[in-house]
């Protein structure tokens, strides 16, 4: 019975490893294309999501085995699926009437899950569930933009000093005029002319057939920190 609820080191090492692994081939992913949680965030809530569930396991040997003593490993699980929901929350961005970082929250939700996962030691199925979110993130990411464009989706992209703020400034002026972004990706912009950083704001937009882009080109060209803002068919 007491071998049950015993785990060796080297066992310890490698769920916890694998965890990191697993979490961290997601992250890179999200870190590849800017979202706010990234590498470093995903690999800590997949070691944090095992290691309750360790401790959950086997973290209460020494009373498991005691008199009127019920065992619920599931009763910490439980409370890390609630809790990473306000991780979450904190990457979900509303910018008028846009809102983004929902899939990034999603992502998240779902390392715990398969950090939890390598807690029991299921790992066929962290595994599995690791390659699908792949396929989800890089794969259908893909055929989202292909279909975007059979959609009339254009491009507008705005480079800007890097300054706090000016994400949502743009955002909340397209999200007035009724101009729906379908995704935003930023990029940091080198220039050895100036001492200032400058960074590539690219937004996919569908416009309302009534709205005049030239109008909403020159407004945002007049946004004190916008450098340079170009407009035009996606073809990424």
């Known amino acids: 019975m007491e071998e049950i609820w015993s785990i060796s080191y080297v066992h310890i090492f490698l769920r916890l490893l694998l965890a990191a692994i697993l979490g961290g081939i997601i992250g890179f992913e999200r870190e590849q294309n800017n979202h706010p949680a990234g590498l470093r965030t995903h690999i800590l809530v997949s070691i944090g999501s095992t290691l309750y569930m360790l401790i959950s396991i086997y973290g209460f040997t020494d009373f498991m085995l005691s008199e009127n003593v019920r065992v619920d490993p599931a009763r910490i699980a439980a409370q890390v699926v609630t809790g990473i929901g306000f991780l979450g929350a904190g990457t979900i961005l509303r910018h008028g009437f846009t809102v983004t970082g929902l899939t990034t929250a999603a992502s998240l939700w779902v390392v715990a899950a398969i950090g939890l996962a390598i807690g029991t030691g299921f790992y066929f199925g962290a595994s599995l569930a690791t390659f699908f979110v792949l396929i989800s993130l890089a794969v259908l990411s893909r055929l989202e933009n292909f279909i975007s464009k059979k959609k009339h989706l254009n491009q507008l992209r705005v480079t800007v000093i890097d300054t706090p703020g ?71």
Not at 172 to 190: A, H
Not at 203 to 226: N, R, Y
């Open 166 to 236: 000016k994400l949502g400034e743009i955002a909340s002026f397209l999200g007035e005029k009724r101009i729906n972004v379908k995704n935003i990706s930023m990029f940091e912009e080198e220039r050895n002319d100036s001492d200032e950083q400058y960074i590539t704001i690219v937004f996919l937009v569908k416009a309302p057939k009534f709205e005049s882009i030239p109008f909403v080109v020159d407004h945002i060209k007049q946004i004190v920190g916008v450098k340079e803002v170009q407009y035009g068919q996606d073809t990424e």
